[in-house]
DNA sequence: TAAATGTCATGGTGGGCGTA
DNA sequence: TACGCCCACCATGACATTTA
């Protein structure tokens, strides 16, 4: 008995299928649902004796639970009229988050960045220290840090399992970076201009590519770096060998660059991706970049996470997952559109399959 | 602690159109 | 034909929750 319409992605060394579950029904909107205060023992347990909670004597509800703090609230206000206190301390916070003044999750946020540099500790002190003006107390503070470090954190892995999902479907060509010359462009017009060419080359050439803005730690200079695949034959511009001087490893070396991409924003360094290494290293360098910056990923061109196929009971290696709701496949199993056989499993079989993100 | 998964709001993408 | 720009819509990121 096959397994129809399995959502199957590639985590580097093997393909695992997900077979559809039934949805489970989501809580309609409007609908009470019972918050309960966060779990001590989720809670990072470094500095667990000073949590409120722990303390029985002081009243947990005055605790702002909440990860946003009322902003974002505003339509939410009229749906529990019946806890008046709640309302009114909600509705004195709405009023402290005017246009003028940043709310708390702002606050975080800017404090996130400033302290991304430190330690976890450090960071988590530093922000606490920050948000303190903004919180009734110390035990606000640190709960409201603690809650938005998660959702950071959490953020983080979806980004990361998202990235390896995708780019492992993928055959890169090449890990390319590209630098704005002053003369060409200011910072904004680089980012702007840079986003266009690469979201058209990619509707129009077939170009895939996902990639980082990144700062330069010496200059603070901004560049894309990216994985890209170029279809062969799609490269604008001509391509020239520049005999250059790295100040990094203070040598001498050959520069793959393109004089489309030259001469419409400064400098590019095309790197072709030979083997599974560069672009292993390509990958890790753009995961530990997001991790230690915050920065988004950005993608073009069709990049999904999963294709869909049905799985045959025979090509399953062993169950994965919690209760083995997943199955490992086999390296060489095949692959299946709606009951009919479209080949064993290739880059170009999957080519040819539904996509889902 | 890491990872999976469903839902929702919104920013980014792609299709379409205008211009050179 | 190549490129730039606009806008509707959809994919992504964020969030909540669960599981291993």
């Given amino acids: 008995m096959p397994f129809a319409k399995c959502k199957v992605y590639s985590d580097g060394s093997h393909y695992i299928a997900i077979p559809p579950k039934p949805q489970k029904p989501w809580p309609k909107k409007g609908a009470k649902v019972k918050k309960e205060a966060p779990d001590l023992e989720e809670l990072d347990d470094d500095e667990a004796e000073d949590?409120?909670?722990?303390?029985?004597?002081?009243?947990?509800?005055?605790v702002q639970l909440s990860l946003f703090d009322g902003e974002k609230n505003d339509d939410k206000q009229g749906e529990s009229e019946e806890d008046g206190s709640k309302n009114e301390q909600t509705c004195k916070e709405n009023e402290d988050n005017t246009a003028s003044k940043p709310s708390r999750k702002e606050i975080f946020e800017q404090l996130y960045r400033k302290h991304i540099n430190d330690n976890y500790k450090k960071r988590k002190r530093a922000i606490i220290q920050g948000l303190l003006p903004h919180s009734k107390n110390y035990d606000d503070a640190k709960l409201f840090t603690e809650l938005n470090l998660r959702r950071k954190r959490n953020n983080l892995i979806a980004r990361r399992i998202r990235m390896t999902r995708k780019a492992n479907l993928q055959d890169?060509?090449?890990?390319?970076?590209?630098?704005?010359?002053?003369?060409?462009?200011?910072?904004?017009?680089?980012?702007?201009?840079?986003?266009d060419c690469?979201?058209?080359?990619?509707?129009?050439q077939g170009w895939k590519c996902m990639g980082v803005w990144e700062r330069s730690p010496e200059k603070q200079r901004l560049h894309f770096h990216g994985i890209f695949y170029i279809p062969e034959g799609t490269m604008p511009g001509q391509m020239l060998d520049v005999?250059?001087?790295?100040?990094?490893?203070?040598?001498?070396?050959?520069?793959?660059?393109?004089?489309?991409?030259?001469?419409?924003f400064g400098r590019s360094d095309f790197e072709e991706i030979a083997d599974d290494e560069v672009l292993g290293d390509a990958m890790s360098y753009i995961m530990k970049y997001i991790e230690k910056s915050g920065e988004r990923i950005v993608y073009y061109g069709d990049l999904p996470q999963f294709f869909v196929s049905d799985v045959m009971e025979n090509d399953i290696l062993c169950p994965y997952g919690e209760d083995g709701q997943k199955f490992i496949l086999a390296d060489t199993f095949g692959c299946w559109d709606e009951g009919e056989y479209v080949g064993q499993v290739s880059k170009e079989t999957i080519a040819k399959l539904p996509k889902v993100n």
């Fill in 51 to 62: 949590c409120p909670f722990d303390k029985p004597a002081q009243p947990v509800q005055s």
């Fill in 172 to 195: 890169f060509t090449h890990f390319v970076t590209l630098t704005y010359s002053n003369e060409l462009h200011t910072e904004e017009s680089f980012k702007k201009g840079l986003g």
């Fill in 198 to 204: 690469l979201k058209n080359l990619s509707k129009r």
């Fill in 243 to 264: 005999n250059d001087y790295n100040f990094k490893s203070h040598r001498r070396r050959i520069t793959h660059q393109n004089t489309y991409f030259n001469g419409r």
